[in-house]
């Protein structure tokens, strides 16, 4: 499993309370594109609609500028591919206060592309301290056993 696109500040802003796997409906050019690299997952969310889950505020760049097609919208809505039982699932969790449900990372997985759907909730500052305050302590002591092993 590759990591393609990872929204970074995720971990940081938001509290992860369950995650899912989705399939993502693209185009050619678009696959190309995230395999390049060429997108970004800031400010992106999910939201369930008719039975259906979708991904909004996505960017993928075109992969060859000038062999896209004009009509080509790199925000465009995509469809995620996930059962029905996960997008009830989803529903009923878009519906709570307080939850958000956010794209994590894009991955490889045996040649198809997947998409890492997180439920989250959003943090406050003094959570992000904390979260700040223990990375700091975890990288110390890797530190201290490094050079004493």
Same mark, same amino acid.
């Given at each position: 499993m590759k990591s393609l696109i990872?929204?970074?500040?995720?971990?940081?802003?938001y509290e992860i309370l369950e995650s899912y796997e989705a399939g993502l409906q693209l185009l050619g050019l678009e696959v190309k594109s995230l395999r390049a690299g060429?997108?970004?997952?800031?400010?992106?969310?999910?939201?369930v609609r008719g039975g259906e889950?979708?991904?909004? /505020?996505? =960017? #993928?760049s075109p992969y060859q500028v000038g062999?896209?097609?004009?009509s080509y919208d790199p925000e465009r809505t995509r469809?995620?591919?996930?059962?029905?039982?996960?997008?009830a699932e989803l529903a009923v969790?878009?519906?709570?206060? /307080?939850? =958000? #449900?956010i794209p994590i990372m894009v991955y490889n997985k045996n040649k198809k592309l997947k998409v890492q759907v997180a439920v989250v909730r959003?943090?406050?500052?003094?959570?992000?301290?904390?979260?700040?305050?223990?990375?700091?302590?975890?990288?110390?002591?890797?530190?201290?056993?490094?050079?004493e092993y």
């Amino acid at each position: 499993m590759k990591s393609l696109i990872e929204n970074k500040k995720a971990r940081l802003e938001y509290e992860i309370l369950e995650s899912y796997e989705a399939g993502l409906q693209l185009l050619g050019l678009e696959v190309k594109s995230l395999r390049a690299g060429k997108a970004s997952l800031a400010g992106s969310r999910v939201v369930v609609r008719g039975g259906e889950a979708f991904l909004l /505020g996505v =960017t #993928i760049s075109p992969y060859q500028v000038g062999n896209t097609a004009k009509s080509y919208d790199p925000e465009r809505t995509r469809r995620l591919l996930m059962s029905k039982k996960e997008i009830a699932e989803l529903a009923v969790k878009e519906g709570q206060k /307080g939850l =958000t #449900i956010i794209p994590i990372m894009v991955y490889n997985k045996n040649k198809k592309l997947k998409v890492q759907v997180a439920v989250v909730r959003h943090k406050g500052k003094h959570d992000k301290r904390d979260t700040l305050k223990g990375r700091d302590a975890a990288r110390e002591i890797e530190r201290t056993l490094k050079t004493e092993y």
